[in-house]
């Protein structure tokens, strides 16, 4: 008597548990196909550029838009506040046409600064979230990697 006690109430507890671990499931599977649904990449962001140290470099807006009817994306960069006046990235962003490219899957905007130079480029990769978040900045040479910092990103306009 005691053991079926023990074995029906010991099936509940499973149903209970299976049921968790079907809700937790599906729960996941919606989450993680938001991330990759990503928003239209499309519209206004504010950033701010940090050196490896996190100091402030300078800050600005990004304003992505579509080039015509294929999809392909167009940025233009606007930098507000120069706090490294010195800094040798400011006058190549500010100056040059970009590259920009979109990947779905990731939610990721990557953004290349003069695109027609074969040394010494300038790449953003930023999320399309929408929600502030962080981005990556890299300088590259011939040589390799020259530096590399954070971005804080904050998309302002749709």
Known sequence: MMISKFL?????????VLFMIFCFAII???AS?????????????YYSMLDSAEGLIHSG?????????????????????VFAGDFYINNKIAGCKTETN????TGLIGIKFCPDATDDNVYFTIEASG???????????????????KLTINKIKQ
Request: charged content about 20%.
């Open 8 to 16: 029906q109430n010991t099936g509940n507890y499973m149903l209970i």
């Open 28 to 30: 996941s599977c919606s």
């Open 33 to 45: 196909s938001d991330k990759k649904k990503s928003n239209n990449p499309e519209g206004k962001y």
């Open 61 to 81: 807006d990004i304003l992505i838009s579509k080039l015509n009817n294929s999809g392909n994306l167009s940025s233009v960069i606007n930098i507000d506040t």
């Open 102 to 105: 979109y990947d779905k899957s």
């Open 131 to 149: 929600k502030p978040s962080t981005g990556n900045w890299s300088h590259i040479t011939y040589s390799g990697l020259k530096s590399k910092g």
